[in-house]
């Protein structure tokens, strides 16, 4: 998901805006030769992610410098663990810590919160899964990171999946007429997923035959008999009001899939830092 020219552009308009024209502190207490060894320690238990990005932050800076990782993106961390060791030109690593530190942490953060809702499903075949409510200009270091933490993803973007919601609905006509407008020109190989706020809205949705039918804000027993009423013609989405004490009580109904925003909007960053 991350490629390497994609995530050397991202860091390096990160690196411009955090440096500027130099910095003023570490240009004037450190030399060229001055040389640093450090560790990244994590502060907190957690997943590990974004070992390459942090990696390149620095290597982008200067390619002298050496980082050992002991952990790869996915793992499980504990308070106190030595993540990686960096070693090399004092004036690079302090001048690209605090970027360095902002991509891991905020990607730890979201692997971190994705494993916790993923788990809290329990015994339940549903997977947790991403929306667009991202960061602008951050969607593919987000998602990657649902990814580390075990989730799985929405579609990436607006061309990825035909999605129709209410104000699609209500601007066409009726469902029918908005599935039936798309399925005159989308391609084939793209899905067609219904917004649903109502039992009555899931049966057009069926008579349409659509790939995807979301069952949003509805209560535990109104997405069971929705189940039970598709029975496997479609895809089933919950979303709406899903938290870690709800979630798995809402996979209990037997959905497929459970999306939430909470799990990149609402994740803390995790507690990392860099120590000489």
């Given at each position: 998901m991350l490629n390497?020219?994609?995530?050397?552009?991202?860091?390096?308009k990160a690196l411009q805006e955090d440096i500027g024209f130099g910095d003023i502190t570490t240009d004037y207490l450190t030399s060229e030769d001055d040389v640093?060894?450090?560790?990244?320690?994590?502060?907190?238990?957690?997943?590990?992610?974004?070992?390459t990005v942090f990696e390149t932050v620095f290597k982008?800076?200067?390619p002298d410098i050496n980082i050992e990782f002991y952990y790869k993106d996915g793992d499980r961390i504990h308070k106190g663990d030595k993540i990686a060791k960096i070693n090399g030109s004092a004036r690079y690593i302090l001048m690209g810590e605090r970027t360095a530190l902002n991509y891991i942490q905020r990607m730890s953060g979201i692997a971190t919160e994705t494993?916790?809702?993923?788990?809290?499903?329990?015994e339940y075949q549903a997977k947790i899964v991403d929306t667009r409510k991202t960061t602008p200009c951050f969607r593919a270091f987000e998602k990657y990171?649902?990814?580390c933490g075990g989730g799985s993803l929405h579609r990436f973007n607006l061309a990825d999946c035909a999605m129709i919601k209410d104000n699609h609905i209500k601007f066409a006509g009726s469902l029918t007429k908005a599935v039936n407008k798309l399925k005159e020109n989308i391609s084939h190989a793209h899905k067609i997923e219904v917004e649903c706020d109502t039992v009555e809205q899931v049966k057009e949705a069926l008579e349409c035959s659509v790939d995807i039918?979301?069952?949003?804000?509805?209560?535990?027993?109104?997405?069971?008999?929705?189940?039970?009423?598709?029975?496997?013609?479609?895809?089933?989405?919950?979303s709406g009001n899903v938290?870690?004490?709800t979630i798995h009580n809402i996979a209990a109904t037997g959905v497929d899939i459970i999306s939430s925003s909470a799990i990149v909007a609402k994740a803390p960053t995790l507690d990392l830092g860099l120590d000489m």
């Open positions: 390497r020219f994609f995530i050397e552009e991202h860091i390096k640093l060894t450090c560790f990244l320690n994590t502060r907190t238990d957690g997943i590990l992610c974004g070992r982008l800076l200067s494993h916790k809702y993923q788990t809290a499903i329990g990171s649902v990814k039918i979301m069952l949003d804000n509805m209560t535990n027993e109104e997405m069971s008999m929705c189940v039970n009423l598709i029975n496997h013609r479609a895809i089933v989405e919950a938290t870690l004490e």
